[in-house]
Structure formats: structure tokens, C-alpha cells
């Protein structure tokens, strides 16, 4: 049978090491951490150690016309890389090197399987700075991290991952090996391919290699927290820090039923009532307290009850505990569908107005983090798993805020990605022309339409 | 014939003021500041004054299947708005309204002819900040700086071009309008087709709006500049202050051949040997003074004969004067033709090195001003235009210069783009997978290749 010749032949270019197909580690791999995704019965999990295996993996799928799934650490939030039936799951676990830290030319080289906290550690051990942090970044991969552009709590200063990406190399469908772009701070000749496959979710080609942009070590932190009576006054506080150039290092929000969570999940001293909360940093070192001041200063004038400022790094940490507590407070109330919605700020008190109203129209509790300066939220919609009147609510919900996003002239997503989850939504963002030109570019990279096929487009 | 039938059709579409047919006129728009670059003599210049008017143009453009040159100031310099022969030069000179300057947001929507300095100060006069910054940005235009992801001198703190850009409106070769990327400082919605077209020097659509990233206006800036007796340590400086943390708004280089033609063509006070220059600027008001300082310790550590550091804006504007005086000093020694390599800093002495050898080699004078913060250099290849031999071997330098660049792992062009000037070097840099990616991208967006056709490619 075909499968098996495919094995077979998998097995003759990866080795045993490279080629698994026991059923339990099969399951184990089918979900990324999306909920409410689909997923598919994989024919083959392959690690393979090497670019040229990469590339025998592609001939092997392109001969035996087999889609190919790639994965990272499957920390993914929206399906991109949950399996389908039949497919070959290509694992980078095992591309996991750190090739170069140059820290006369700020750069990292990188095979796809490192794992961020690993890159940002061994950078920092010279004195450099990788800037993105995902909420996963102790556990996902640069190469996941590229294929969903992901974002994270410092990019309201930095940037995202693509902000980071000079150049790639990848590997086509057809086992055609591309680099794309450069390792110079400039680089203008052709296309921006890297910017193209950043982002492309595992749909353009496998990345088996990047160079990836550093900065100079950071200088230490402080932290600021304001709590206000009204999801109004917090915004404005938040638009006002945006405003004043004081470039924050992280501006997080929290509304007040996500406040509420977490108060009941643990004493933080939060009134009953509260409406938000504002956690601002600032990273520049002696200057950071000023900073936070400033910060500070602009949260009482908005209205803040309650703002406290950190002096060091213990009572900075203790000040992100709220925002750090926010999954597990939500875990306990029930299963949860997160939306990644991204608004113009001037939008996002009629993004959260909206959402509330969303929230009473389908009886479910929607509990609204995020990454306040980007503009990009987190609406998570809380219910009960066993109940499928609740669930077919919270889906309708769910959908009901991408549907606002758009209407407010923002984005379905962020920084999580289409993947599975939100491939409904896409042409409605894109529009026909732009829909089909990205079929066409994507019929450019992968012509039998083999690399996570069922992905991105519905 | 055909041409009197598609102007006929075109002043139909657009009016006499839109379709301009004067042989005059159009001799002046044939060429971009290119040197050495040929051009075509058009059929017509067209003026559309909205995008429905630019559907028109590409429309009867595709029925008649005659070539368009999108054009804007026609400040580039790599030919890429050079006219060919029977095509349809497409100015954007009537599309030049700000549609839109947001405080809030911190976002810029505005036509592709607006000239930078205008969009500059107007958002400006708003407490807003467009860093992009080319050396023409009191001419060229929003567009031509899309259209060639122009750099600039902040690029070293701020980014290029692209780094701003959100979000843009292209009218297609068919005529089709799309709409790529967002008003949002976020989000991941299928291919990232805005940094595609960044960059595409007008062969893959027709740029008729950009929605532009703004930033909170900078604080007053202050210079030092600091002279060395040899290029590697100048270059060895400017190392240091990339790795300090400073994060300079500009740091430029000028070697010996160039600062020796500044002080030639007026007084600075430079000595007959001076080895390299290099000038700093940081723009943190309060704290540019500490800045400037720290910069000049460091170039004194490093060597410097002489640093001077201003404590006013009249005396930063007196220091940069030899960065600004780098044309006027080079254009009465002969013709030029100026290269735009970068390459990881790491490589810069070698460059400067292989420059000098180059220069030697083809027996013509190469100066070497740049942008050292990015690795990218303007080695600037003077020679006697009335002399054909010399001509000869300016190119062959020329040529060298690129091919070294790609030699010590950089790019042929940092910031200028290929157009007509590079293209023979371009499947150089792409390798041949790289480049048949490239070109059928382009089919994607132009199928019958009438944008830009000679452009970018061989």
C-alpha cells in the first residue's frame, strides 16, 4: 500500500530516528493548542535533522502527492498546526541549533526547532537582546514563532517576530532549497520574500534556517500598575501613555471582568467594582523610574483609584502577577474560545462597548485582555464545556467579534494566526482581490497545493 | 493608429489635464536620477487625479497592451522611473492629498504623490513624526519611497520606508483594485502582500494609497563628529557605538577620499591625512547631551584625533555640514556613479579594503561616504565623463564594488534599488530558485508584464 512505500522511502532518507509511526506519539501530535479545531489522522510523524532530510521529506509528499503538515512545539492557538488525515506531520524538534550569535553584526542564526526562551537565554549571555515573547515563549520554537508572525507583551516597544526576520532559508514543496533576504540591517534587491513567508502559517515552504535581528541588552525594568472604576478611563490612561512618547515596554490591560476573575482566583487587593487595570513598564534602566512616574502621573489624571509603582525588580514582578494570572484564573470558570482581534486605539472603547453587548446578546461571559497599546485584545469567551447550547453560544460569539473588528476597521487577528479557526472569517478581510491573489502566490510556492493545505483558506 | 486610438481613449477617461502628449514634456520625464541608465521615448504621460482614474489608465493600458511606468519625483537612482519606449508614463503628481493625519491612532493615510517633506511636516505640526528620511525627501514622494523601500539617515535608530508602512490601496495591471495590510500597529490575516509590493519599484501594481505608521514627535537632537587618521578606526567606532546602546538617531561615515573632497571644495578645518569621519546625532533632548558625550568617549578610546561635540542645534547643523556638503564636493571632480552596497558591519574594513584595491585596480578615485550604523556604504565611483576609457573602467568598478559586497555576504543594494541599473547583478544575489520565485510572483500581479516591464528583472 502507498502509505507504506512512503514510509518506506521516508525511512531510507531520515533513518528510524527521523521516521515515527507509533499511534500513541501519532495522537499525541494531531493539536496544536487551539480549541474547538479539527484534526486529522497523520499517516507519519518525521523529524528530520538536516536541511537535506527537510528536502527528502518534500520530493517524498510531491512524489506520492501527500500533504504536509509542519509543526513546532504546537503551541499554536488557532489550528495552523493540527494534523489532517493522512498527512506527513514534519516535526523541527530535531532541528534545534543555534548556529551563530554575532554580536559584532547583532544577528542570531537559527535552525526552526530552537525554542525562544533558549535563543533569548543564550543571547543575553552575550550581552544581546532578542526581543519577541510570545505568552508560549518558554515552549514554542523560532520557527513556529515565524509562521504565525507572533507577537507578544514587548512589542508595543519592539515589534514582532517579523520585525526580527532578516533572511530564511526554506524549503519549497518541490524540495527546491530558497534563501530569501539577507544578513544586513538594509537589503532592497527583489521582492521581500521573507516578509511573505513570515507569517504564511507552514503554507509557503518549511523554513530551515534563520537570521534573526538582535539589540543591545536591555537595561533593567520597572513596573507600574493603575487601577481604574471604568473600562473608559483605563483606555484613555493607555492612549495618553501612547501619546506622550514615553515608549513603554509592555502596556497590558485587563477589563473588569477579567479583573474579577483573577481577584477571585486571589486576593489582589482589586475593588469588587473594578472596572480595568493598566500594567506599564519601562525598560530603560536608571531612567525607568522617571518613566514610571510619568506613567504614573497620567493614570491618576485619567482617573485611576489606585496606582502603585515599582522601585525594583521584586515589586515589578509582583505588579505583572495580575496579568501573569490571567489564564490560570480563567481556566477553572469554564472552557475558553480566544479571540485575537486587533483595533486602531482610537476604536477600543467601541470594541469593548461592543463586546459587552456581544456578551449579554449570547448569554456567555467574555473576558477582555490585551495588549492595550498595539490595540490588539484578547476576547476570551468564557462557557461550559458540557453544556452544547452554551458552546454553540460562545461560537457565535466568538465569530460576533471578529465580525465587530472588522466593522471597526481593525483585524480578525493580531497575532495568533488564521490557521483552522478563523479561515471563515479571512476573505472577509481580505476582500475577493486579495483573496485571490493570495491563492495565486500561494499556488506559486507549493503548485499541488501540498503544505498544510487544508489551512489559512476555507 | 493605435497610439492616437489609446490617447484617445485615455483623454476620454481622464481629460486634457490628466493626458499630456508635448514632446517637451515628455523628453523631461524620461529619465530618474540615474546615471548610465538608458531610456525609452514615451507615447504619453498621464496625470490621473484618483484611483478610478488609474483603473482607466491600467485598463486601456491592458486592452492595448502597452507598458506603464509608474513615476513620482523621479529622484531615484537606479533608472527604475525610466521611461521605454511607446509606454505610458504614469505620473502620480495629481494624487498628492494628506487624506488623513491621525493623533490618536498615530497613522498617516495620504496619496502617493505627497512629497515627504510635506507629509513630514505636516504631521509634524500635529506632534507626529515620519522618520523615513532619504537624502531627497524635500522632492521625492511617498510613493517613489514606497516604490524603492527608500532608506534614509535615521534608518539606524528608526527603520526604512517599509517599517511605516501599514497598509496600501494597489490598482492592479487588470484594472482591480486591492487593498492590502491595515490601519491597525498589528495583525496577521493571511500573506503579509503590503511588504511584498514595499519595494517592487512599481512592477507590481499601482500604489494610490498608503496608510503610514507615525510616531510620537522625537526631542531635540544634538552632533558630534569625531576625525580619524585611518578607516578602520573610524569603522572600529562606529562599532562601538552600535554595541554601546546608544542607539544614535545617525550615524554616518565619510572616508579619507570623500572628507579630503569636502575639505577641498571648503574649509573644515580637516587634516591632509585624515583617514575617516564619523558623525552622530542622538535626538533624546534632555539626554542627547550624555549621549553625545558617551559617543565622543568612545571615539577618543578608539582613536580620534579630534572630536567635537554641539550643545546647540547650530552647532549640530555646523557638524553635519560635511555629511550635507558630500555631492556638491564630488560633482566638480568628474562624473559619478554611485554604488549602494551594505554588508554585515562586521565586513565593513574589509569592504573599505577592497574598495581602495578596486579603486587602484581600474585606476579611478572611489569615495566612500555611508550610512555605517546599517553597513550601508555609497561608494561613489568619479571619473572624466569625457574621457571613454575612463568611462569604461568607472563601470567595471562599479560592477566590482557589487560584486564584492555580495562576496563579504551583503546586498547589492541597501536602499536605491535595482531598476535598470542593477539587473544584471540581481540573479547574482537571488540564486536562480530565488529569482524564478521572483518572476512568478510578478506573473501573479501582472500577467502580461506590462508594469514596469524592463525594470528589476533581466
Redesign the interface.
Known amino acids: 500500500m502507498s502509505t507504506d512505500l512512503l514510509i518506506g522511502r521516508l525511512r531510507a532518507g531520515l533513518g528510524d530516528k527521523g521516521v515515527v509511526t507509533d499511534p500513541d506519539i501519532l495522537d499525541s501530535h494531531r493539536n496544536d493548542h487551539a480549541t474547538f479545531c479539527e484534526a486529522g489522522v497523520p499517516a507519519v510523524l518525521v523529524r528530520p535533522s538536516s536541511t537535506a532530510e527537510v528536502q527528502e521529506v518534500l520530493r517524498a509528499a510531491t512524489e506520492y502527492g501527500v500533504p504536509v503538515v509542519p509543526q513546532g512545539a504546537r503551541t499554536g492557538l488557532s489550528g495552523a498546526a493540527n494534523a489532517l488525515d493522512g498527512c506527513i506531520l514534519l516535526s523541527t524538534s530535531r532541528l534545534n541549533r543555534i548556529l551563530e550569535i554575532?554580536?559584532?553584526?547583532?544577528?542570531a542564526v537559527v535552525q526552526p526547532g530552537v525554542v525562544n526562551a533558549e535563543l533569548s537565554r543564550a543571547v543575553l549571555a552575550q550581552g544581546l537582546f532578542y526581543p519577541p515573547d510570545p505568552s508560549s515563549w518558554e515552549m514554542s520554537t523560532i520557527g513556529g514563532n515565524i509562521a504565525?508572525?507572533a507577537?507578544g507583551l514587548c512589542?508595543?516597544k519592539y515589534g514582532?517576530t517579523?520585525?526580527f526576520v532578516r533572511g530564511l532559508e526554506v524549503v519549497?514543496a518541490s524540495g527546491?532549497?530558497?534563501?530569501?533576504g539577507?544578513?544586513?540591517?538594509?537589503?532592497?534587491?527583489?521582492?521581500?520574500?521573507t516578509?511573505?513567508i513570515?507569517?504564511?502559517e507552514g503554507t509557503?515552504g518549511v523554513v530551515t534556517e534563520a537570521t534573526l535581528a538582535l539589540?543591545?541588552?536591555p537595561?533593567a525594568a520597572l513596573t507600574a500598575a493603575a487601577t481604574f472604576m471604568s473600562i473608559e478611563a483605563g483606555i484613555a490612561a493607555a492612549?495618553a501613555v501612547?501619546?506622550?512618547?514615553l515608549r513603554p515596554s509592555l502596556l497590558e490591560f485587563l477589563d473588569g471582568p477579567t479583573a474579577r476573575a483573577i481577584q477571585n482566583y486571589r486576593d489582589m487587593g482589586l475593588p469588587d467594582d473594578v472596572g480595568s487595570l493598566l500594567i506599564a513598564q519601562s525598560d530603560r534602566g536608571p531612567?525607568a523610574a522617571e518613566d514610571v512616574a510619568a506613567i504614573a502621573r497620567i493614570c491618576t489624571e485619567y482617573g485611576a483609584v489606585e496606582v502603585a509603582e515599582a522601585s525594583d525588580a521584586e515589586e515589578s514582578k509582583m505588579l505583572l502577577e495580575a496579568r501573569r494570572l490571567v489564564n490560570p484564573a480563567l481556566e477553572p470558570l469554564g472552557a475558553t474560545l480566544i479571540d485575537d482581534v486587533?483595533?486602531?486605539?482610537?476604536k477600543l472603547v467601541a470594541l469593548l462597548q461592543g463586546i459587552a453587548e456581544i456578551g449579554t446578546k449570547y448569554d456567555v461571559l467574555i473576558c477582555c485582555p490585551g495588549?492595550v497599546?498595539?490595540?490588539?485584545m484578547h476576547p476570551t469567551v468564557v462557557f461550559d464545556r458540557n453544556d452544547p447550547a452554551a458552546e454553540a453560544r460562545a461560537l457565535e460569539a466568538f465569530g460576533a467579534v471578529m465580525n465587530l473588528g472588522l466593522a471597526l476597521?481593525?483585524?480578525?487577528?493580531?497575532?495568533?494566526?488564521?490557521g483552522k479557526l478563523?479561515s471563515r472569517w479571512?476573505a472577509q478581510?481580505?476582500?475577493p482581490?486579495?483573496?485571490a491573489?493570495?491563492r495565486?502566490?500561494?499556488a506559486?510556492?507549493d503548485p499541488a497545493n501540498l503544505l498544510n493545505p487544508d489551512k489559512?483558506f476555507l
Open positions: 554575532s554580536a559584532e553584526d547583532q544577528i504565525t508572525n507577537g512589542c508595543v514582532v517579523g520585525d519549497l527546491e532549497v530558497v534563501r530569501t539577507r544578513r544586513t540591517a538594509k537589503g532592497v534587491a527583489g521582492y521581500d520574500l516578509s511573505l513570515v507569517g504564511s509557503l539589540r543591545p541588552e537595561e492612549a501612547m501619546a506622550s512618547g531612567r486587533a483595533v486602531p486605539r482610537s495588549h497599546g498595539d490595540g490588539n476597521g481593525g483585524t480578525i487577528t493580531g497575532e495568533h494566526g488564521i478563523k479571512l478581510e481580505l476582500g482581490v486579495g483573496l491573489l493570495q495565486q502566490v500561494k506559486v510556492f489559512l
